[in-house]
Structures are given as C-alpha cells and as structure tokens.
C-alpha cells in the first residue's frame, strides 16, 4: 500500500471516529441541537474530503499518463456546502448553524492531523 493510500486510510478513520463521536453526543447528551449540528457539518465535510481525494487521485493519474489533469471539483464542495446550509437554515429547530459551521470545517482539521501522524512517524 502506498503512502497516498495509508493517508487516505487514516483519514477516512479519523472521520468515521469524529462522526461516531457526533452521533453518540447528539443522542446521549441534552446538547441535541448542537451535535447534530456537528453531524451534519462533519457528514458533509467526509463527502468533501471523499471528493477530493477522487479527485486528487484523477489528477496523479493524469500527470503520471502526461494529460492535462481536470480540475480539483470546487464547484461540486461549494454546492454540498451550500446544500448543507439550505438544510441547517430551514430545519434550525434541529440544527445549530454555528455547529453546523465547525463541522464543515473537521475535514481540513483531518488532513493537518494526518500530516502532523505522518510527520512524525516518517521522522522516527
């Protein structure tokens, strides 16, 4: 398995872990509001972070067979995003936007995380 893949591996556990984290706080703890915020945020950030690792995949692909790479799919995040917004906004008796906000954010929190992992086994 290559570097790229163990990365990837670990990230996607990392989120699996973060969304466990989510739905055992939304239904044991009186802060119902605020892990499905976080739920959502987070469900939405793990399909962004799927997009684009696909995509980044596609585009070393491309480099390896010497075509130009497509696109990194933005349009596609800002559109999930934008869905998620939609959905927080109109059913806000169950979601907490500011939650919701942080959420969509725990992907990048993933990737710095992973490096930081990697850094530092790769080091020792």
Known sequence: MSHEEKSINRQRKMMFFLLAICVLGAGFTPYTRIFLG???GSSISFYNLWLLQTKVQEVAEAVKK???PKGLGTISRFAAAAFGIIIAVRFDDYFEIISFIIGLMTSYLVIV????IARRTDSA
């Open 66 to 68: 010497d075509r130009k």
């Open 113 to 116: 995380l992973d490096f930081m």
């Open 38 to 40: 976080l739920l959502l």
